[in-house]
């Protein structure tokens, strides 16, 4: 079955080091998102990616990086720089006709 | 600069109608698109609106207006289980995908 997997879907970081959440895709969908979502609160677009080899910034990249090697693949880390990490993340992949697929989410806790 | 502002909640019984409405203000703008989270869940796409008027599919109708910068979600005959956070998400250029804070719904008995 076609899809867009996420892992972990739990993650603990402790403060001060790196983490990559994992997200890969089989949907052959060119274009690929990363949201992040607080507790009662909306999706903000931290990065997204129309093509391999070409990412842009959202609304919220400070603190976050990410990389589009592969078509599949849409990696995030976030790193020490970002302040306050603790969050549902979301990643998705996009059809066309403004439908987008999203995965599971992967919940990260800084310890 | 982009802003999106739909209600925060929405409370009604099974079988109401419930009208979510979404004003946008976003440059380049392609069209509205519509999604449904349930708590703890992944957002799963309802309908999308390129041009103006409603488009039905089921329950639900979604409604654009481009001159107005408005759309809106129609949800007809209310369940239990359409209990959950509805957002609008307008596409822009370069298939940059926005979504707003979002509209809990809580549907009663």
């Known amino acids: 079955d076609g899809g867009i997997t996420q892992s972990p879907k739990y993650l603990f970081r402790k403060e001060g080091q790196n983490v990559t959440l994992s997200c890969e895709q089989n949907l052959n969908h060119d274009a690929m998102y990363w949201y992040r979502q607080d507790p009662g609160q909306g999706l903000r677009l931290i990065y997204y990616s129309q093509i391999v080899n070409d990412f842009q910034k959202g609304d919220i990249a400070e603190g976050y990086s990410v990389s589009r090697e592969k078509k599949e693949s849409f990696p995030l880390t976030v790193t020490s720089a970002q302040k306050n990490p603790t969050a549902f993340y979301l990643c998705?992949?996009?059809?066309?006709?403004?439908?987008?697929?999203f995965g599971q989410g992967t919940r990260l806790t800084v310890v | 600069g982009q802003s999106l502002e739909q209600p925060s909640e929405v409370t009604a019984v099974e079988g109401a109608i419930v009208q979510i409405n979404c004003t946008y203000q976003?440059?380049?703008?392609?069209?509205l698109s519509w999604y449904q989270q349930h708590d703890g869940g992944a957002p799963t796409f309802l309908s999308y609106?390129?041009?103006?008027g409603l488009e039905e599919t089921g329950r639900f109708s979604s409604f654009l207006s481009r001159s107005d910068s408005y759309g809106y979600l129609l949800l007809q005959e209310l369940q239990m289980k359409d209990s959950a956070s509805y957002f609008c998400?307008?596409?822009?250029?370069?298939?940059?995908?926005?979504f707003g804070g979002g509209t809990r719904v809580l549907v009663k008995p």
């Open positions: 998400a307008p596409k822009a250029a370069g298939n940059k995908l926005t």
């Open positions: 998705a992949s996009y059809r066309g006709m403004g439908e987008a697929f």
């Open positions: 976003t440059s380049g703008f392609y069209g």
């Open positions: 609106n390129a041009l103006d």
